[in-house]
């Protein structure tokens, strides 16, 4: 269907598998002086359509699809998805709606908050659930608008199920569980934090669009097999996590150094650990021994937690006098 200039339809960057999160195409309509607008499955929690944009606001100064100047400082390999969190916010700025993410990690968070505290009149609200949740959606509009609505109601954004099987004698790791819903065809920006429940289960976090498919496409974890059913939000069940604080004084800075005192290991183990890719620093990898840590830093092991680098002072010997926080 073809449609006027000004009724053309949202168009959408959600990619998926099948037909989930597929567009329905308006009806064809007459020309109108307000643009069309139509609810998005991924994309809106919901539209507001006799409501535009004065002319003027800030951020209609940058022509769309050229976001630069809001990109500065955003690690290169996240551009592609801060600027379609940047469309995202600008679509719905326009249409005075609050649009939603899909889930994104902590340093594609943070890059996109970034960029959006540059732009003017949005702002940024993040949902994960619980308050360590790792990965986690954004919630971005006009400042009233999210403001007013706290982006959304939880059970818009968010759904969770509850996977259950006998896990007793054939446990399964987070991997596992992840591994069997992608085997399914959902995309892993479709779901969120995966919080195991020991020889039960799990419980996993995901768009709520798709729980039905979930709840009869995946049928084993493993060689176990599992039933899944949506919960309420306040049936989370997650575990405090276990905190270690400790100070330690270091020759150096140095990633391997560092990890070494903080994880209680061999510091040539740490090196073996960081050269085949297992620790990253905010998230992000493969590094070298040799990495400078900073205060501020997240230093994470696969398995065995992460630590948080606190407080960094220089001793009058020249050393080097860091407080970690480690999260088991």
Same mark, same amino acid.
Not at 233 to 256: C, F, G, M, Q
Not at 263 to 285: E, H, T, Y
């Given at each position: ?206 768009? @709520?669009?798709? #729980? $039905?498919?979930?709840? +009869?496409?995946?049928? *084993?974890? /493993?060689?176990?097999? !599992? ?12 575990? @405090?996590?276990? #905190? $270690?604080?400790?100070? +330690?004084?270091?020759? *150096?800075? /140095?990633?391997?150094? !560092? ?70």
């Amino acid at each position: 269907a073809k449609f006027p200039k000004k009724c053309q339809p949202l168009r959408s960057n959600a990619k998926c598998f099948g037909s989930f999160g597929v567009s329905k195409m308006p009806p064809s309509s007459k020309h109108c002086d307000r643009p069309y607008s139509f609810t998005h499955t991924f994309d809106t929690i919901q539209i507001n359509a006799n409501r535009q944009t004065p002319r003027g606001v800030v951020h209609t100064n940058a022509k769309r699809g050229d976001y630069s100047d809001f990109l500065k400082g955003v690690d290169p390999e996240n551009t592609e998805i801060v600027s379609r969190v940047l469309e995202k916010g600008l679509r719905a700025v326009d249409r005075w709606d609050v649009a939603v993410t899909d889930f994104l990690t902590p340093p594609e968070a943070q890059d996109a908050e970034l960029a959006c505290t540059r732009v003017g009149d949005l702002t940024v609200v993040t949902w994960g659930g619980y308050p360590q949740a790792e990965t986690q959606r954004l919630a971005v509009g006009r400042t009233e608008q999210v403001t007013a609505s706290g982006g959304g109601t939880p059970e818009e954004i968010l759904a969770l199920v509850s996977v259950e099987g006998n896990f007793m004698f054939d446990p399964a790791t987070h991997r596992d569980f992840l591994g069997a819903i992608l085997n399914t065809g959902i995309q892993r920006s479709k779901v969120g934090d995966i919080v195991l429940q020991g020889e039960k289960g799990a419980q996993i976090l995901l768009v @709520p669009e798709l #729980v $039905d498919f979930m709840e +009869t496409a995946l049928t *084993s974890v /493993r060689s176990v097999p !599992v039933s899944v059913s949506r919960v309420g939000l306040d049936s989370l069940n997650v575990r @405090p996590p276990k #905190v $270690d604080t400790l100070r +330690t004084v270091e020759a *150096s800075l /140095r990633l391997d150094a !560092v990890a070494s005192a903080g994880f209680r290991m061999p510091r040539s183990k740490c090196a073996d650990l960081i050269s085949n890719g297992d620790v990253r620093v905010n998230w992000k990898g493969p590094l070298k021994p040799s990495r400078s840590i900073t205060s501020g830093d997240v230093v994470s092991i696969r398995g065995k937690g992460r630590l948080e680098i606190g407080e960094i002072s220089e001793t009058k010997k020249g050393r080097y006098a860091i407080e970690i926080t480690r999260y088991l």
